[in-house]
């Protein structure tokens, strides 16, 4: 069955490093999304990508984050200047198409900034 | 704007009985309605869906949802439970229009004893 991947699973890295989380969508699937859990607390819907732009932020989404599809496989979070509070379980998701189209999500990639 | 709610956020039950997880949700728009299940170490797989149509939907493993539209419910019921059923559950929903943003309860955590 096909399945979204993310890599790394997990990551360790120093208060204001950079921070890019890889994910690879299905093949077919159009809509792209993350979501992060900080630990204990729901998942919460970060961003949704369609058609090589951003279709809706959560307000999470600040400045410090960024999406992109460089090659048109892959699908990236970037986080510029890591803060204690991004420590979560990154979760990357892609759909074949919006409204009744359901999501697939990847592993995770857990976050941990010290 | 969704929210939804699990009112339970731990439920222990031995193997064998049966098990009700709750899941209430508010919304001005029609809703598509979710669980998703995440067992230790792993990411979130789609259990069961409501799109349209009958309002009590199956899981391949024995898990049913039934969405009550009056009561803005969708609970989750299995008659007999197994000691593999230990994980975390989600309920979540989505608006039925553009791209799909997951609202996502707080998650139950269902532990089966022997």
């Known amino acids: 069955e096909p399945e979204v991947t993310q890599t790394p699973s997990h990551q360790v890295t120093q208060m204001g490093q950079e921070v890019i989380l890889r994910c690879v969508p299905i093949?077919?699937?159009?809509?792209f999304y993350w979501y992060r859990q900080i630990l204990g607390q729901k998942v919460e819907f970060l961003v949704s990508f369609y058609n090589n732009e951003i279709s809706e932020k959560s307000e999470i989404f600040d400045d410090q984050f960024s999406v992109e599809r460089p090659d048109g496989s892959n699908f990236t979070l970037k986080i510029r200047s890591t803060k204690l509070e991004d420590s979560a379980m990154y979760f990357c998701a892609s759909s074949a198409g919006a409204g009744a189209n359901v999501l697939t999500f990847g592993a995770g990639s857990r976050l941990t900034v010290l | 704007a969704q929210s939804v709610t699990q009112l339970d956020s731990q439920v222990p039950v031995f193997e064998e009985a049966p098990v009700e997880l709750r899941c209430n949700y508010s919304?001005?728009?029609?809703?598509?309605l979710f669980w998703y299940v995440q067992y230790p170490n792993q990411g979130l797989q789609l259990l069961l869906k409501y799109l349209s149509g009958s309002t009590l939907v199956e899981s391949i493993n024995g898990f049913e949802a039934e969405f009550n539209k009056s009561q803005t419910s969708f609970h989750l019921r299995k008659p007999s439970v197994h000691i593999s059923d230990t994980a975390e559950y989600f309920c979540?929903?989505?608006?039925?229009?553009?791209?799909?943003?997951?609202?996502f309860g707080q998650g139950t955590r269902l532990t089966i004893n022997p």
């Open positions: 919304s001005s728009v029609s809703v598509y």
């Open positions: 979540a929903v989505s608006d039925q229009g553009g791209a799909q943003k997951l609202v």
């Open positions: 093949s077919n699937h159009l809509y």
